[in-house]
């Protein structure tokens, strides 16, 4: 998630701002030598390819904040968000590609920066190849598993993620279903929310929202991210030179980069990304080929699948566009926990619209619920659709929601496993929606306008 912030460090780079200004900018971050002595590395492909990893660095955040946002307990000098973004050779798109922390992964022949001991390859999870050996043994464990060559590191913490979304005004995020973490303290309803630095913060951080885990918040990064980038480059950020220095220094404070990344190329990123939009944008993470891959010593790993993601990391090495598939449309469809096809909805009309009741059952049909095809007259006008559900199928009733965000969900309790519907006169249409079962991973591309929320939102 502080991943994110680094990208905004490119974003902001110098549209119409000025080679003075980036000068400071490139003064102002502090350096890593982070590909020293590097040996047998990968071909260099075509694009730039770039390591966003995000550290912990909560030591720097004030008690009172700590307390607020649920970020107890003691920092550590360790990784879990880490993406590599691909830049296009012609500067026209982003590709985002998740790495989870738990991956399985074989760290090359390195010295223990803590130990000082040389160890030979040996497994690990992925993000404790930073503990072990800081960003040059991160570069490397990556390189080696993706065989894609990095051309440049850039490192991030919640410091800085939080002070750049408050500079920004917030950034604006959608959730067809409520979420809530008691881990982290997020607590958003279904609908639009904008969310400031701290309770940004939350939402890229957690973990128990859903069934999906990391998995899960990787998928909210990403759309995090891409809202992030619509802001940005809509907000005049990149043309206001005080808002662009009020936000650069906001970033600076905590970003960590190789001794290469400097004023050129931020010169040349910030050129390439006046005309940058969301759909510019496409996010995956890497294909999981097995969840819990148990590794003697290590406990629970994600095995990756060897054939989908040297197919993907071939793509990124050939700088070919991941979403080829379909055109630029957008939103994506909704992820939801429990298959449609196993969801009961009966639909009520609580309109004075005559046959509304109807069209919604044959929607519903259509993107895969089990209408009843029964539809019925509600006793009473309602200004609100809502859903009214036993909360054993709460999990249904939360996947209902999220094909017609904003409803309200009512628990009766004894009203058994049918759904009831009452389609309110604040009814504008059935979104569709995607089953993802936690148990078997699939990896989809999105792009940013896909995930970003929509003007009517």
Not at 39 to 55: E, F, I, Q, S, W
Not at 154 to 172: A, N, Q, R, Y
């Amino acid at each position: 998630m502080r991943a994110v912030t680094t990208l905004s460090v490119v974003v902001l780079a110098s549209a119409g701002i000025g080679h003075a200004v980036v000068t400071s900018l490139d003064a102002g971050i502090a350096r890593i030598d982070a590909f020293k002595d590097m040996k047998n590395r990968p071909r260099a492909g075509h694009g730039m390819n770039v390591l966003l990893v995000g550290t912990d660095g909560r030591d720097k955040i004030s008690e009172r904040d700590r307390r607020a946002f649920r970020l107890g307990g003691a920092p550590c000098h360790c990784t879990d968000t880490m993406m590599i973004v691909h830049i296009s050779e012609n500067r026209d798109r982003a590709t985002v590609v998740s790495l989870p922390r738990d991956s399985y992964a074989e760290t090359p022949e390195h010295v223990d920066q803590n130990s000082r001991k040389r160890h030979g390859p040996h497994p690990v999870k992925l993000n404790a190849a930073y503990a072990e050996g800081g960003p040059q043994l991160t570069i490397r464990t990556v390189e080696n598993m993706t065989h894609v060559k990095i051309d440049h590191y850039l490192e991030v913490d919640f410091t800085s993620f939080m002070k750049t979304v408050d500079v920004l005004g917030g950034v604006k995020v959608c959730t067809p279903t409520p979420m809530k973490d008691s881990y982290t303290g997020l607590d958003l309803p279904a609908g639009t929310h904008t969310l400031m630095g701290g309770q940004a913060l939350q939402y890229v951080r957690a973990r128990h929202v859903d069934g999906a885990s990391d998995l899960g918040r990787m998928k909210r990064q990403q759309r995090f991210l891409a809202a992030l980038i619509e802001k940005t480059t809509s907000s005049g950020v990149l043309l206001n030179p005080i808002r662009f220095r009020d936000v650069t220094r906001a970033v600076l404070g905590s970003v960590r980069a190789d001794e290469g990344f400097g004023t050129d190329e931020l010169l040349d990123l910030g050129r390439a990304m006046r005309n940058f939009s969301p759909s510019s944008s496409e996010f995956t993470t890497v294909p999981i080929g097995q969840l819990n891959y148990q590794v003697k010593g290590i406990g629970s790993t994600l095995k990756w699948d060897p054939a989908k993601a040297e197919k993907l990391f071939g793509s990124v090495r050939d700088d070919k566009p991941l979403a080829v598939d379909r055109p630029h449309r957008g939103p994506a469809p909704a992820p939801v926990e429990v298959d449609p096809r196993q969801i009961r909805v009966q639909v009520a009309n609580g309109t004075g619209t005559v046959g509304l009741a109807k069209r919604v059952d044959a929607a519903l049909t259509a993107t895969g619920f089990a209408a009843t095809h029964q539809p019925v007259t509600a006793p009473a006008h309602v200004p609100r659709t809502v859903i009214s559900y036993d909360p054993r199928w709460d999990r249904s009733a939360l996947s209902l929601a999220a094909a017609l965000p904003g409803s309200e969900l009512r628990a009766v309790p004894g009203q058994g496993p049918l759904l009831k519907l009452t389609v309110g006169a604040d009814f504008r249409n059935v979104h569709q929606v995607r089953f993802e079962d936690p148990g078997q991973p699939e990896t989809h591309v999105v792009r940013g306008n896909e995930v970003v929320c929509s003007g009517k939102a």
